[in-house]
């Protein structure tokens, strides 16, 4: 039998190392980056921060001119939790079948990504390649419950100012066909629970001013809301949820007995807002279906993402130019969206990013049960990424600003 590949090898036992929601090993996986930076040569930093489990790992491949802006590229050390009992193969085994498919949390989402980076520099460094940039490979912890322990705090940090980065990778989505995924957004997610207040009494009676009446004119505008942006959604085909506003309404409660009419009712609402939109377009809806709705109504947020730059796909921006000449080259086909959902980009989405995991032809499987993904399919992306940073990391500074 053909001796593993090393990179196969280095991203199964990342996989068994149990960085799970709700008590992520970290320290394991510290241990383990750590022995990583060793082995490629590459710089090991840490930086930790007040409370506990907070703090973000780089390993530095410095480049020539340290001058230039520098390239990130990041990955969460975090997954979510497992219902083993749903799982063919232990979900924390690595474990490899017949097809060549490696099973475990993190297969897809995204320990692949963060051993790809790697892998990538590993052949390249054997290659001889010296970078003209610095390139930092960040690993942070838990992008799957906010990322507020992880990312948020790094990007505030003087330390991450000192990487003095100009452009960044993070993760994407595996793709069931030829094509592969790159996301140069995110929408902006809004988490806010609507309270009225109105007259309470005697359920018996029709008083006026009622927190249910108020509420029925708050559910009515939202619900409203989602049936436009459904529409829209169906009605163009290359529309992805990306370009539409998502709206759900997710918590509702109040009341205190039958026959009592509630002095207090509240409803939460879920919004993703497409970058299309403008945000204070969106928060004067919210203040004036407060004042629409009656008196004693208020809203507070559960959270609220103040961010919603794009990454442009023209000329104008180097980084894409690179990233599709590379792409072009090795004949791949691109889908360029906004992403879905939100991930750590968000925090540096000022900074040009994209989004990018280089799995296709592989069913998406993240947060499912049976996540794996095919070796060949994680060695081509190490390919990719290989090609992608021998241009990335040689963008020169009359190229770029700077
Ligand atoms: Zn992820």
Known sequence: MAQENIAVTNFREYLRIKTVHPEP?????????????????????IVEFPKPNEFAV????????????????????DVVPVDATKWTYDPFGAEKDANGNIFARGSQDMKCVGVQYLEAIRNLKARGVVPL???????VPDEEVGGYKGMACFVKSPEFASLNVGFALDEGIASP???????????AIWQFRMTAKGKTGHASILHEDTA???????????????????????????FDLGDVTSVNMTMLSGGLQPNVVPPELSVVFDMRITPHWKLDDMKKMLDDLCIEAGPEVSYDYIQHSNIIAQTALNDSNVWWTT?????????????????????DIMFIR????????????????????????????????????EAILDKIVN????????
């Open 25 to 45: 090993d970290y320290e394991n996986a510290i241990v383990w980056l750590k022995k990583q930076a060793i082995d490629l040569g590459l710089e090991f930093h």
């Open 58 to 77: 780089w390993l530095t491949w410095q480049g020539k001119d340290v001058t230039l802006k520098s390239v990130l590229l990041n990955s969460h050390i």
């Open 133 to 139: 940039r610095t390139v930092h490979v960040s690993f």
């Open 177 to 187: 066909d030829e094509s592969f995924h790159v996301f140069y957004g995110e929408r």
């Open 212 to 238: 249910a009446e108020k509420i029925h004119k708050i559910i009515n505008k939202l619900l409203g809301l989602r049936e436009v942006e459904k529409a829209r959604l169906k009605s163009n085909p290359n």
């Open 323 to 343: 990233f599709k000449s590379v792409t072009d080259s090795l004949k791949m086909q691109l889908n360029s969206s906004i992403f879905p959902a939100s991930t």
């Open 350 to 385: 000022e900074i040009p990013a994209f989004g990018f995991s280089p799995m296709n032809n592989t069913p998406v499987l993240l947060h499912d049960h049976d996540e794996f993904l095919n070796e060949t399919v994680f060695l081509r992306g190490v390919e990719i990424y």
């Open 395 to 402: 963008v020169t500074k009359s190229d770029s600003t700077p």
